[in-house]
């Protein structure tokens, strides 16, 4: 099975400022498509998961352009330029529908 | 817009069985596939498997191949995943969720069922 790592698994971040959130496959998440099919989830408290980015650094459908995704073949990045209230949650990456990370708890300072 | 609607909360006793069900609208269901995913209290999310709406193609997590059931009913645009021979390490809450193939992407979820295990 694919391993999927997070780091950190906490961060605490000062509302404005940047927040960065490390995923590392134990193998190429290629695919023989040629897509490599990496997601970035959210989970506010309470809440189901919902989808931010998907196939490594598209946003999905109404997510605020400052959560941005990137990286290739096994390290991958999530990115939030400015880190509002509304941001504190639980983010999980996710390869194809099954291998989850460990979730990174985003909370503010 | 898509949406996934699922059963009720339930309670269940060691041993029993559970059946949760995942209605979807806005789109046409038999174009996608449903994933089950579960989350046990204060822990993260687990794959149970993907079911194709299109043909009933399954797959299955090896913890719980056996004890799962998924399928789908086009005419109703429902999934379904039925869980046997509960234990309380089956208390969580489970989502089901689109995704076109098991290799691709979940894009909607549902809101979510608790299910308890207790005696």
């Known amino acids: 099975d694919i391993v999927m790592t997070q780091t950190p698994l906490s961060s605490p971040v000062t509302l404005g400022q940047p927040a960065s959130i490390s995923c590392r496959s134990s193998?190429?998440?290629?695919?023989?498509?040629?897509?490599?099919?990496l997601s970035w989830l959210q989970q506010r408290p309470g809440q189901p998961p919902r989808l931010l980015v998907y196939?490594?650094?598209n946003r999905f459908s109404g997510v605020p352009d400052r959560f941005s995704g990137s990286g290739a073949g096994t390290d991958f990045t999530l990115k939030i330029s400015r880190v509002e209230a509304e941001d504190v949650g639980v983010y999980y990456c996710?390869?194809?529908?099954?291998?989850f990370g460990q979730g990174t708890r985003l909370e503010i300072k | 817009q898509v949406q996934l609607v699922q059963s009720g909360d339930e309670v269940k006793k060691p041993g029993a069985s559970v059946k949760v069900s995942c209605k979807g609208s806005?789109?046409?269901?038999?174009?996608?596939?449903i994933t089950w995913v579960r989350q046990a209290p204060g822990q993260g999310l687990e794959w149970m498997g993907w079911?194709?709406?299109?043909?009933?193609?399954?797959y299955y997590a090896q913890k719980v191949q056996g004890r799962v059931t998924m399928t789908t009913d086009t005419s109703t645009s429902t999934a379904y995943m039925d869980l046997r021979g509960l234990t309380s390490d089956d208390t969580a809450v489970y989502y089901c969720?689109?995704?076109?193939?098991?290799?691709?992407?979940?894009?909607?979820w549902g809101q979510g069922t608790l299910v308890t295990v207790s005696s």
């Open positions: 196939k490594v650094s």
């Open positions: 079911i194709s709406a299109y043909n009933g193609d399954t």
């Open positions: 969720a689109r995704g076109a193939s098991v290799a691709g992407t979940s894009d909607y």
């Open positions: 806005g789109y046409t269901f038999s174009n996608y596939g």
């Open positions: 193998q190429s998440l290629v695919h023989s498509d040629g897509n490599t099919y």
């Open positions: 996710l390869h194809a529908t099954q291998f």
